[in-house]
């Protein structure tokens, strides 16, 4: 098939690459120049393993093309995914829908047959319906344009698998005919058995919200319990994996520890109570703000602990900081709880050098006043605490030893409580995890 992917950020270049990697011919579609131009010569403009091959695989089969126009991508073909952010508004926790609005005006005058709009960014309920309102009275008089959601559930690090073996297809369309295109478009992850769940459009559209709810939730409930176990000397990491073994509640996104951070996760529960207050259901999702403020709040406690360990103050302290991505496996630093703490740390006096395998200079853009290091032990050289932000695997295979010859003194908080705590110990660390009883 012939489709356009609008919007070549980390959800669309993906989204773009995969496309074509199953045999469709696919041009993606952006409004920034430079992102259009690295992705047309093969290279991603951020990283994310494994698409910099699959970008080349697509463009050498000519089934793979970039573009700015969209006059090009509404002669292209009649099936346009819509992949545009949308970020948090400014002044309030509601979506702000600029970018899917700019693409409906922007391509749909320019649509000369009928076609059928795929949103796959994450929006409010209800925002389909305004988006096909508003193509319907963009189109051309006898041009006829569909409008379906089918939203995307790819996490940044495993973008390509969660692409191409995704663990459900959820497609809210508005006709049988946009149902059975969506159908076709994903007819080889159907063929595999990767169910297929065909819904109106508001419940595709909540299905997205609801998910990231409920994963934020795990989060915030972990860390509400970690604080209990520090009060009462228990350890939440034993804790976690005791309860993770009952199938009911399942380990995954019940690690203590930072709490998440990203593009997704906060803005997606903001937009989501933003809207349920819009339809008066407000009330019933005001525990999200709980969980909102749980997980700002280990933020604040993992400064509190810093500060703590450095002896009360962490003015004129070198703190080593290792981790700015707001996760392992990608540069992205939107929201990264790990340089919301850089810093604060920062600001409260320290000397900080910040480490990250990938983000470090995605981290210097929007943060120049810190320090950057291109290795782990560089960043922890004369430290007097260091700060495991980012749960990179390998700061997991870091030699305490090692890096004890460095630092000014061996003092560490695990924050992500992924570190082998014993080794640390063992060869002089004093090392602090989020929930856990001191280890010495
Ligand atoms: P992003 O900021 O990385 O990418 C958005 C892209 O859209 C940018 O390249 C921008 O230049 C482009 N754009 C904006 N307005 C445009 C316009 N009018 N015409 C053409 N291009 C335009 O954002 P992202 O992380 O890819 O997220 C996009 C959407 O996907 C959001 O709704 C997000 O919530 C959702 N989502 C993201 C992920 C993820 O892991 N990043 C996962 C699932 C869903």
Redesign the pocket.
Known sequence: MRMTV???????AVHSACMAEIGHEVLG????PE?IELLASGRAPFYEPGLNELLARGLRSGKLGFTRS?SAAAAFADLHFI????PQSAGSGAADLT?VN??ID?LVPLLRRDALLVG????PVGTTAAVARRAAELADDGISVEVAWN??????GT?IEDGMYPDRIVAGTPSAAADAALREVYAPMLAAGVPYLATDVATAEMV?VSANAFLATKVSFINAVSDVCEAAGADVTTLAEAIGHDKRIGRHYLSAGLGYG???LS??IRAFVARADELGAGDSLSFLREVDRINIGRRRRTVEMARDLAGGSLDRRNVAVLGAAFKPDTD?VRDSPALQVAETVHDLGAQVRVHDPRANENARAILPCLDYAPDAKKACEDADLVLHLTEWAEYRELDPADLGTVVRKRSIIDARNALPADRWVSTGWTIRGIGRPALN
Do not use: N, Q
């Open positions: 609008i919007g070549t950020g980390y959800l669309g579609v952006d409004s920034e992102r969209l992949c545009v952010g949308t970018g700019a693409v922007g796959k960014s994450t929006v939203p995307e559930f790819l996490r940044e973008a997205k990203g593009s997704c803005k997606d992205d």
